[in-house]
């Protein structure tokens, strides 16, 4: 472990992968090693205290640079271990700059299985996960608030259970990702692909996602309330059940969608591709905002009111119930 504090480059490297193979032929030694390198990537690459934003002298995409390669060989030991031999370990990687790290599934030989990145449960806190290549990594329970993914590759990743609340999500590519009960509240998610996604019963409150693009996304049961999914492309997905109260969908394209049982009160349709049917299967409101067409429809002024009558019936039932239990 010595040689991971050393000035040369390749000694720093030969001790990391030093620590693989101690990890690799004593299981039992997998948590501390692990350990070992979590602390040495949080070191190595902590993030720079935020400074007074000045004209760069040369572009950005210029100036950019990838990983050290201590850092990234830390890294990839740490992401591609075993994970039924961590015990109690997770690793704890909060507030680390890992900006264009290369996470994605590696194959061993021609007929070997691909490997995953494994960071379930992991603290990524604070973490910049920007323009990261993270397909098919497993991040479930993984802690992500306020993570920066912008551009991250996420295709196929798993992220259920991750809080992902307050994350920088613009232009990140999460098709087909898993993302069942994961939170993204306030999530900015501007530009996003979520084609193919798994969103059910995610809460996705105060999400901005304005221009997404979400064919074909399960999204029943999620919650979407003072969402801001202005002129996005939702295509074939299914809202069952979905709360969309006070969301924001004008100009959407809401194709094929399947609302069933959808709250929708507050919901601002205006503008949206959205009909009659998709309407009254859901349970819109007095306080809907609906384009005019839609608005003058018999049948929708006639779901409305049903609705409407519903919401009055379990207003009253609730408020008998409360009076019997304070007697």
Not at 49 to 64: E, G
Not at 141 to 166: F, H, K, M, W
Not at 177 to 204: I, P, Y
Not at 217 to 245: F, I, K, P
């Amino acid at each position: 472990m010595v040689n991971l504090g050393d000035d040369a480059m390749d000694v720093r490297l030969g001790g990391i992968y030093a620590l693989q193979r101690i990890m690799e032929d004593s299981p039992r030694d997998q948590p501390t090693v692990a350990n070992v390198l979590t602390a040495y990537v949080r070191t190595h690459a902590m993030k720079a205290p935020a400074k007074k934003a000045t004209r760069p002298s040369v572009p950005p995409a210029q100036s950019a640079s990838p990983l050290p390669a201590d850092v990234f060989a830390a890294l990839t030991v740490l992401s591609f271990r075993d994970p039924s031999l961590d015990g109690a370990f997770t690793p704890d990687l909060r507030g680390t700059q890992l900006s264009r790290a290369e996470l994605a599934p590696v194959v061993s030989g021609s007929d070997a299985a691909p490997r995953y990145a494994q960071l379930t449960g992991a603290n990524l806190t604070g973490a910049d996960l920007a323009d990261a290549n993270l397909t098919a990594a497993k991040l479930g329970g993984a802690s992500l608030y306020g993570a920066d993914l912008t551009g991250a590759i996420l295709t196929r990743a798993n992220l259920s259970d991750a809080n992902l609340d307050g994350a920088n999500l613009r232009s990140a590519d999460l098709e087909k990702a898993k993302l069942v009960e994961t939170t993204l509240v306030g999530a900015q998610m501007t530009n996003a692909n979520l084609t193919g996604a798994d969103l059910r019963d995610a809460n996705l409150t105060y999400a901005h996602m304005p221009g997404s693009l979400a064919r074909n996304v399960n999204l029943a049961g999620a919650a979407l309330g003072e969402a801001d999914l202005r002129s996005s492309v939702m295509v074939n997905c299914t809202l069952t059940h979905a709360s969309l109260w006070a969301t924001d969908l004008r100009g959407a394209n809401l194709t094929y969608v399947t609302m069933t049982g959808a709250d929708l009160q507050e919901a601002d349709l205006r503008g949206a591709k959205v009909t009659v049917q998709q309407i009254i299967s859901a349970n819109p409101t007095a306080k809907t905002k609906l384009s005019p067409g839609l608005a003058k429809s018999p049948a929708v002024i006639a779901r409305i009111a049903e609705v409407e009558k519903q919401r009055a019936q379990r207003r009253l039932a609730d408020a008998e119930s409360k009076a019997l239990s304070e007697r």
